[in-house]
C-alpha cells in the first residue's frame, strides 16, 4: 500500500494519482452504491462514518489524555537553512520525543519511525511510487517518513518533516486504523491530512511560529489554487483554507484534541 504523498506547501501541485486511484474509486463507488442501496443512513447508525463523534477515529484516547505537545527543539543548528539536512535529522530527533511524550501521558507506546529517508530524487523514496509530484510521503509498511530536500529556505521542508511524523502518529496510535467499517474515500483522506497539517502546526509553533503565520496566510489568501493546485489533490487534502484553519488550531492550542478533524462537520474539512 502507499502512504500519503504531500506536495510542496509552497509550490504547485503536480499531476498524477487519476491513473493509480481509478480502481480504488471504482471499488468506493461499488461500496458507496451498496450502501446507498441497504438505505443512507446505515453508516450513521453504525457510528463509523467519517465525522460521526463517535466513531473510533474521533474518540481516541489521544484526545483526552494528552495535553500540549512540547514543541521545544533546542538542538536545531542556529542557522535552519545553512545545511537543510543537518537541520531535519536534528528536528526529526525532536519529534521523536516530543510524540513519546505526548503518547505516554495516554499510556500508548511511541516507535520511531522504521527510517528517516532525506531524498534527492522521489525516486529513492522507500515506497515511491511512479507518481513523482510529491514532497514527502509516508509509507505505513516498514513506517518509513521520506522527505525530498531541494534548493531552498528550510521550514517548507522541515513542515512536511513534521506532517509525515503525524502521519507516523496516526499510524502507530491507531487514529488511521484501515480495518474498520468506515468508507476510506477522499472524505476520509482529507480528514487525515487536514489533522496532519493541524499536527505538524501544534509541533513546530514554538520553533516557527512567524513562518507557520507566513504559511496559513498564504494557503488562506488562495496560495495553492493560484498557484495551480490540482483539483484532485484538493479532493484528498482539503482546500488551502480547510489547511489554513487547522494549522491555526494546531498552532493556537498545541495539542492532539484541537486537531480532531475525525469529528468536524464536513465543510470543516471540504
Ligand atoms: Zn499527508
Redesign the pocket.
Known amino acids: 500500500m502507499n502512504g500519503?504523498?504531500?506536495w510542496p506547501a509552497g509550490g504547485p501541485r503536480r499531476r498524477g494519482a487519476i491513473r493509480r486511484t481509478l480502481p480504488a474509486a471504482l471499488a468506493f463507488a461499488i461500496i458507496l452504491g451498496g450502501l446507498a442501496y441497504l438505505g443512507g443512513d446505515l453508516q450513521a447508525l453504525i457510528g463509523t462514518a467519517p465525522g460521526s463523534p463517535r466513531s473510533a477515529a474521533a474518540t481516541h484516547r489521544l484526545y483526552e489524555e494528552s495535553g500540549p505537545v512540547d514543541g521545544r527543539c533546542d538542538t536545531l543548528p542556529p542557522d535552519p537553512d545553512a545545511d537543510v539536512g543537518r537541520t531535519l535529522r536534528a528536528l526529526s530527533r525532536c519529534l521523536d520525543r516530543m510524540w513519546a511524550a505526548t503518547l505516554a501521558e495516554a499510556d500508548l507506546d511511541y516507535a520511531r519511525p522504521g527510517e528517516v529517508r532525506l531524498v534527492d530524487r522521489p525516486r529513492e523514496a522507500a515506497c515511491g511510487t511512479d507518481d513523482h509530484g510529491w514532497a514527502?510521503i509516508?509509507c505505513p509498511e516498514g513506517r518509513v517518513v521520506n522527505v525530498l530536500v531541494e534548493e531552498g529556505r528550510a521550514f517548507p521542508m522541515m513542515f512536511t518533516l513534521a506532517?509525515?511524523y503525524?502521519?507516523h502518529v496516526q499510524e502507530i496510535s491507531g487514529i488511521a486504523d484501515r480495518r474498520g467499517s468506515e468508507v476510506f474515500d477522499e472524505a476520509w483522506s482529507r480528514r487525515?491530512?487536514l489533522q496532519?497539517?493541524c499536527l505538524a502546526a501544534a509541533a513546530l509553533r514554538t520553533v516557527g511560529p512567524i513562518l507557520l503565520r507566513e504559511q496559513r496566510r498564504w494557503l488562506a489568501r488562495g496560495g495553492e489554487e493560484a498557484d495551480g493546485r490540482q483539483a484532485e489533490s484538493r479532493e484528498s487534502?482539503g482546500s488551502g483554507a480547510s489547511s489554513a484553519a487547522w494549522m491555526l488550531r494546531g498552532q493556537k492550542e498545541g495539542t492532539v484534541r484541537a486537531c480532531n478533524t475525525w469529528s468536524a462537520p464536513a465543510d470543516q474539512v471540504s
Open positions: 500519503p504523498r504531500d514527502g509516508y506532517h509525515e503525524a502521519h487525515l491530512e496532519a497539517d487534502h
